[in-house]
């Protein structure tokens, strides 16, 4: 089974981009062979009004640097208690597109480590799956925090570099196999990427499974 993690429907602002529709991301699961996915809607981003998009969809996402939020504000600070008391996953992106492929209207910073492990330490309860982080990103918030606070972080590998790099397999053998969940951030990267970064390595049977889906399902019972 594969899960995928970071997707979403709904058109980018400022280019066109295949496959948004509901249709197209079915069409792109079905190809790589991806279950199920946790889907958000995009165009909600950039309209900074996430309730707008939730006649599509149901889910608990907040990208403050899209919507103008101080990343470790009083916002966020309520936003990661209420999901702590409720046992709710929180979702923050890093960022959603390289910064050379971004239209000039797309002007949102990065979320930066200090602020995960600024939210990770405001509530002993709350979980947090960051998406669209790179190796540099991950080991700074990773071993600059306790290992209860690493424990309620997860990764997916969407931005994490493959082979002939082998930042993910750095990362898998350093931080741990547990700590890593499938994501493929469609229709702005293409799914196949994250698949052939697992392709790649020497993974076990039981490995895979972990990234793939296991480690998500443990983590949302």
């Not at 209420?82 to 996953?89: R, Y």
């Not at 492929?101 to 200090?114: C, F, K, T, V, Y």
């Not at 052939?196 to 480690?215: C, F, G, P, T």
Request: charged share 25%; proline share 8%; with cysteine.
């Amino acid at each position: 089974m594969r899960i995928d993690v970071n997707s979403f429907v709904g058109a980018y602002p400022f280019r066109k981009v295949p496959g948004t529709s509901p249709d197209g991301l079915l069409r792109s699961m079905d190809r790589v062979g991806i279950d199920q996915a946790w889907v958000a809607h995009l165009p909600s981003v950039f309209w900074r009004d996430p309730a707008d998009g939730n006649p599509w969809l149901y889910e608990v996402r907040c990208d403050p640097m899209y919507y103008g939020l101080d990343p470790v504000g009083s916002e966020m600070r309520a936003l990661v208690k209420v999901c702590g008391k409720e046992q709710v996953p929180l979702m923050l992106a890093v960022r959603l597109e390289d910064s050379r492929q971004r239209h000039p209207n797309d002007r949102a910073g990065e979320l930066p480590p200090w602020a995960v492990r600024t939210l990770v330490r405001s509530d002993s309860r709350v979980r947090l799956l960051i998406t669209h982080a790179d190796r540099p990103f991950i080991e700074e918030v990773h071993f600059g925090s306790t290992p209860e606070e690493s424990a309620r972080i997860w990764w997916d590998i969407s931005w994490v570099w493959g082979p002939p790099e082998d930042h993910l397999e750095t990362l898998l053998g350093t931080i741990g196999v547990e700590r890593f969940v499938f994501g493929t951030g469609q229709p702005l990267r293409l799914p196949e990427t994250s698949v052939a970064k697992l392709d790649l390595l020497d993974l076990s049977k039981e490995q895979r499974a972990a990234i793939e889906s296991e480690n998500l399902k443990t983590w949302i019972q």
